[in-house]
T-cell receptor
Framework: GNSVTQMEGPVTLSEEAFLTINCTYTATGYPSLFWYVQYPGEGLQLLLKATKADDKGSNKGFEATYRKETTSFHLEKGSVQVSDSAVYFCALSDLTQGGSEKLVFGKGTKLTVNP | SQTIHQWPATLVQPVGSPLSLECTVEGTSNPNLYWYRQAAGRGLQLLFYSVGIGQISSEVPQNLSASRPQDRQFILSSKKLLLSDSGFYLC????????????FGPGTRLTVL
């Protein structure tokens, strides 16, 4: 089945540092790709998405580009802030056994940004 | 706008006790609903999904069950909790076939002792 592999965390950066969180996927077909963010004690929020190859999703200074040739969807931000501290999940769309849409998630990468 | 509610936010239960977690969605009709579990170090796993009232599908065999008594209500239950049921339970919704984006509730932290 389809799967997502994220870089292991935790990742610790200083404020204003450059962030990359790697995500690669294995899939049949061309799934949509997502990044979700989970702030401490909260549920998941959609950060950005891309639906086809070469699409770039962006939000709040974060970007990720759907790379079909490398099956990757790496998350980047040029200058992180303390408020970006959270767990980041890469995900792809897939189908359940019954044919309904579902999301397949990576294990998550915890980011801590220090002032 | 649509909102999704889950309660309780936190729950501590003894092994062998029953469980009922509730999820409700406002501002939309006939959503697809999902229950995920986030266990320590294991990421998120889809447990159940529902495309309509009374329609429940399970992705993995387990000690839990789900029900959808109303269009915008999704309930996760257990008759007897196990230690391994501990985790963070997330409800999510999606609108039919128009999008593959899912929106998540705030979650319930369940600790089984």
């Amino acid at each position: 089945g389809n799967s997502v592999t994220q870089m292991e965390g935790p990742v610790t950066l200083s404020e204003e540092a450059f962030l990359t969180i790697n995500c690669t996927y294995t899939a049949t077909g061309y799934p949509s790709l997502f990044w979700y963010v989970q702030y401490p004690g909260e549920g998941l929020q959609l950060l950005l998405k891309a639906t086809k190859a070469d699409d770039k999703g962006s939000n709040k200074g974060f970007e990720a580009t759907y790379r079909k040739e490398t099956t990757s969807f790496h998350l980047e931000k040029g200058s992180v802030q303390v408020s970006d501290s959270a767990v980041y999940f890469c995900a792809l769309s897939d189908l359940t056994q019954g044919g309904s849409e579902k999301l397949v998630f990576g294990k998550g990468t915890k980011l801590t940004v220090n002032p | 706008s649509q909102t999704i509610h889950q309660w309780p936010a936190t729950l501590v239960q003894p092994v062998g006790s029953p469980l009922s977690l509730e999820c409700t969605v406002e501002g939309t009709s006939n959503p697809n609903l999902y229950w995920y579990r986030q266990a320590a170090g294991r990421g998120l796993q889809l447990l159940f999904y529902s495309v309509g009232i009374g329609q429940i599908s399970s992705e993995v065999p387990q000690n839990l069950s789900a029900s959808r008594p109303q269009d915008r209500q999704f309930i996760l239950s257990s008759k007897k909790l196990l230690l391994s049921d501990s985790g963070f339970y997330l409800c999510a919704w999606r609108i039919g076939q128009s999008t593959d984006t899912q929106y998540f509730g705030p979650g319930t932290r369940l600790t089984v002792l």
